[in-house]
């Protein structure tokens, strides 16, 4: 069955240090990726996306993101994390080509001053 | 533009009851996807409308239903409301053929059940 694996539960990083959050997918076919954010008491705001073509896709507030199909992983970056920064975030497979997002359990990133 | 929205932003209703709530896609959308996101956990598919039809469902009991509307607009019905499903509900929207229906979320009713 289709999964989505994000190892870290909460991570904390200094504003302006660089950031890195890991996801790992189970998927048959090419998969369709996603990364999205989640305030607090908030819906969920589409980072950037993956479909085909170039590995490295950037996306909305200074994200980027790298598919490796090797490691099965899709894992989010940023060079410089910003104190709004601070939220929760999922990454997530859509099924099929109109299907549903498979989400992981999030990672919820708290910024240090 | 307008997103996509939804209504009502809270609800708290007691075992046993019904309830229903409502969401409006985005300008151009004309699929409609509901996920339950329980406390701590990312959001879970329930079942997906296109052309007031379902088309997609997880697995998730008869007592979840859904309707979509010829505005494309869609409801989610629960009966016999158990504790277990207070969660936050989301609504997601999309267009379908383009090229992928990347989902585009609403904030989402808080459902507590007593």
């Known amino acids: 069955a289709q999964s989505v694996t994000q190892p870290d539960i909460h991570i904390t990083v200094s504003e302006g240090a660089s950031l890195e959050l890991r996801c790992n997918y189970s998927?048959?076919?090419?998969?369709?990726l996603f990364w999205y954010v989640q305030s607090p008491g908030q819906g969920l705001q589409l980072l950037l996306k993956?479909?085909?073509?170039?590995?490295l896709v950037q996306g909305i507030k200074g994200f980027e993101a790298e598919f490796k199909r090797s490691q099965s992983s899709f894992n989010l970056r940023k060079p410089s994390v910003h104190w709004s920064d601070a939220a929760e975030y999922f990454c997530?497979?859509?099924?099929?080509?109109?299907?549903?997002?498979?989400f992981g359990k999030g990672t919820k990133l708290s910024v240090k001053p | 533009d307008a997103g996509v929205t939804q209504s009502p932003t809270h609800l708290i209703k007691t075992r046993g009851q019904q309830v229903t709530l409502r969401c409006s896609p985005k300008?151009?959308?004309?699929?409609v996807s509901w996920y339950q996101q329980a406390l701590g956990q990312g959001p879970q598919f329930i079942f997906q409308?296109?052309?007031?039809?379902?088309?997609q469902r997880g697995n998730f009991p008869d007592r979840f239903s859904g309707h979509q509307f010829p505005n494309y607009s869609s409801e989610l019905n629960v009966n016999a409301l158990l504790l277990g499903d207070s969660a936050l509900y989301l609504c997601?929207?999309?267009?379908?053929?383009?090229?992928?229906?990347?989902?585009?979320f609403g904030p989402g009713t808080r459902l507590t059940v007593l």
């Open positions: 998927y048959g076919a090419t998969p369709y």
């Open positions: 997601a929207s999309s267009r379908t053929g383009f090229p992928y229906g990347t989902q585009y």
């Open positions: 993956y479909f085909s073509g170039d590995t």
């Open positions: 300008s151009g959308h004309d699929t």
């Open positions: 997530a497979v859509g099924e099929g080509s109109q299907g549903n997002l498979i």
């Open positions: 409308y296109y052309e007031e039809e379902e088309r």
